[in-house]
């Protein structure tokens, strides 16, 4: 099979829209859905393939090779490969039908389609990498169309904003990232991942010693230290604290981006890297730890800002957020298999979800504050039912999506010891604030009265087909997918590397009765809340002023990284401009401009244009002359 498709169909699509666009135009979507499409079922034959026991290694193009280094770019593709081309193209294959109804109109059509096609094969490419520095390139070039994508109404300065704060923190994680694949060329002379995977038991329990902060060496073992730097990438690409402050403001991007890039598939891509990398992972104890840690600091994170923000699209992008975590701290755990159970069926069930608000926002025509909403579930049929079971997937309901994969990480969690234990209560706690939120914005959102000062609501009706097609699909698909036997399919890719499978026994079977349990009641809570006392709330925002002030404004993060980082920044820039830019460079500059405007002014003393100076100046010249020649 031309595997080698997948990855080029967007790519054509991207060439064409971006060298034709202006000339394209409104009919970009005949060229970038069908492309996608293609693409998606050449993922689908593929999956079938590997399902039947072939996996592929296939070099494309060699960059350069010098010495031992060899950089190439090729694709792999086995179980875990498989199920992300899956995720990627299926997800972005009704994004792009999507936004045809959603973007209709707008300016920068073309454009918009083939920056979702340059996103797509980067995205595509680097679950195929089979090697560190292909994986890092397209790294990076998702990173790249995130930016382009979140800034896509330039003229708004709240995206330019945005898309910028995105870039820089992102940045700062890749930093990390770079150092890990330095180390790791450096170690094993290799970047191929064979071939590190090969290696790597050969350098078991070697150390590296680092300068201490304070004076003295540290000794940190040689896998830690790789495993820690290339997290922090994975921190930054998948908003684990605490460099999650980029993507809920990512939301000022269109909406169907905030499905594709910011719910789907780009913040998979940490996750991934770490399920990718499990056999280097598995020899660093440590470095599980501080995945694991950070996983379940940010999963209750994001949960706890989630419960107050009145932005439906910010709502839901603080669960992707708390989301992650869970994935994040179930790969920390050794719980590989799960982890990515759980990022498959969350791409289904939170790019709905997102879909579904882009749906409620157009309706109302860009409306996104949820107390300007309220009574929809009959105006908007299908998606109100769609959203539904995308929130019941979300809350963990029996028989859903969100049921399966959840309960699977949990119970895979509380099977990897102390630590596990104590996370996987964090992660029950957790279940019970995701239901709450959950719910909270379908009954603010769709059940009561309207609360739209501009009644917009009194004319609004369900949108076209390209938008209400999607959502029916992808709610099919967050109840479906949890029936694939997705855990069993992937677990031959990470038995050999030691990872823990959930033991459904007793102790299993009460840990998915008790998130059972925790989901009902943060659904029932929420009903109380805001269906039986829609007063309550306001009521809890006095008489917890501080706790409701502090979710509300996301623990005041971002402004303590503006006191700290921003504004330092910007003072040191202003202190480097005056004392080097002014005072040396453009001092001396400047001081030779004046030097010779001076000697100019000194010189034009002499043009006094009068005949008795100049014969004066003649025989002075003369004298001096004469009296050296005399002296010599």
């Known amino acids: 099979m031309p595997y080698v498709l997948i990855p080029l169909l967007p790519l054509l699509s991207f060439l064409i829209l971006g060298l034709g666009g202006r000339w394209i135009k409104d009919k970009a979507h005949l060229i970038a859905v069908p492309a996608v499409v293609v693409s998606c ?44 081309l899956l995720l990627v193209t299926i997800v972005s294959s009704l994004v792009h039908v999507y936004t045809i109804g959603y973007m209709h109109g707008e300016p920068g059509y073309a454009r918009f389609f083939s920056y979702i096609a340059l996103f797509t094969f980067s995205m595509l490419m680097l679950v195929l990498a089979d090697n560190l520095l292909q994986l890092f390139i397209f790294w990076e070039a998702v990173g790249l169309c995130s930016y382009l994508l979140i800034g896509h109404w330039y003229e708004r300065s709240s995206a330019c904003a945005a898309a910028t704060k995105a870039f820089l923190v992102n940045r700062v994680g890749d930093f990390g990232f770079i150092l890990g694949l330095l180390l790791v060329w450096v170690s094993f002379g290799s970047l191929n991942y064979h071939e590190v ?18 004076g003295g060496i540290w000794e940190v073992s040689l896998f830690t230290l790789i ?64 995945v694991a840690v950070v996983g379940a600091v940010t999963m209750v994170f ?26 994040v701290m179930a790969c920390g755990l050794g719980a590989y298999a799960s982890g990515m159970y759980h990022l498959l069926t969350h791409g289904a069930f939170k790019a709905l979800l997102f879909l579904g608000c882009g749906s409620v926002i157009i309706a109302l025509h860009h409306e996104q504050d949820m107390r300007h ?17 995308g929130s019941l997937a979300l809350a963990g309901f029996p028989m859903t999506a969100g049921f399966f994969s959840k309960d699977d990480l949990l119970i895979s969690a509380w099977s990897a010891g102390p630590l596990g234990q104590i996370l996987t209560i964090l992660g029950l706690i957790t279940a019970l604030m995701t ?57 031959p890719v990470f038995a050999a590397d030691g990872g823990h499978g959930g033991e459904h026994g007793a102790a299993g079977l009460g840990i998915m009765i008790t998130a059972t349990v925790m989901g009902l009641a943060g659904i029932a809570a929420a009903y109380y809340v805001y269906v039986l006392n829609p007063h309550l709330p306001d009521h809890c925002a006095t008489q917890w002023k501080s706790l409701y002030q502090g979710s509300l404004n996301k623990w005041y993060v971002d402004e303590a990284y503006d006191r700290l980082f921003v504004r330092s920044s910007f003072t040191a820039a202003s202190e480097l401009w005056k004392r080097v830019d002014v005072a040396i460079i453009d001092g001396a500059v400047n001081g030779i401009a004046k030097a010779v405007g001076q000697g100019g002014w000194l010189l034009r003393l002499i043009q006094s244009g009068q005949t008795q100076h100049y014969a004066l100046a003649m025989a002075a010249g003369i004298v001096v002359m004469v009296t050296m020649l005399l002296l010599l």
């Not at 020899?283 to 501080?290: E, G, I, K, R, T």
């Not at 909403?373 to 079971?389: A, E, R, V």
């Not at 959950?438 to 390209?466: M, Q």
Request: charged share 10%; glycine share 8%.
């Open 41 to 84: 079922l050449l993922s689908v034959m593929a999956f079938i393939e590997v399902a039947g026991g072939h996996h592929t290694t296939t070099p494309l193009y060699t960059w350069m090779t010098s010495g031992n280094l060899d950089v190439h770019i090729g694709l792999y593709i086995d179980r875990l490969t498989a199920v992300m």
């Open 227 to 290: 495993c820690l730097l290339l997290f922090t990438g994975a921190i930054g690409k998948s908003a684990q604290v605490p460099l999650h402050v980029w993507l809920p403001d990512a939301m000022e991007g269109p909406t169907p981006i905030s499905a594709l890039i910011h719910a789907a598939t780009m913040v998979t891509a940490g996750v991934f890297m770490v399920a990718r990398l499990s056999p280097l992972y598995n020899l660093s104890p440590a470095a599980m730890d501080v």
């Open 435 to 491: 239901a709450f939120y959950s719910f909270r914005l379908v009954f603010v959102v769709f059940w009561g009265t309207p609360h739209d000062d501009s009644h917009h609501a009194d004319h609004i009706h369900e949108p076209g087909y390209t938008i209400t097609v999607p959502l029916i699909i992808l709610s099919a698909f967050s109840i479906l997918a949890g029936y694939f036997g997705i855990p069993s399919f992937l677990e």
């Open 302 to 327: 994001g949960a706890t800002i989630a419960l107050t923000q009145t932005d439906i699209k910010r709502v839901v992008a603080y669960s992707t957020v708390s989301q992650l975590g869970y994935m």
């Open 373 to 389: 909403m309220g009574g929809l579930k009959d105006k908007l049929p299908i998606t109100y039912w769609t959203f539904l079971i």
């Open 197 to 214: 995977f090969a290696a790597a038991q050969e350098h078991l329990g070697e150390t590296l010693n680092l300068l201490a902060p304070f």
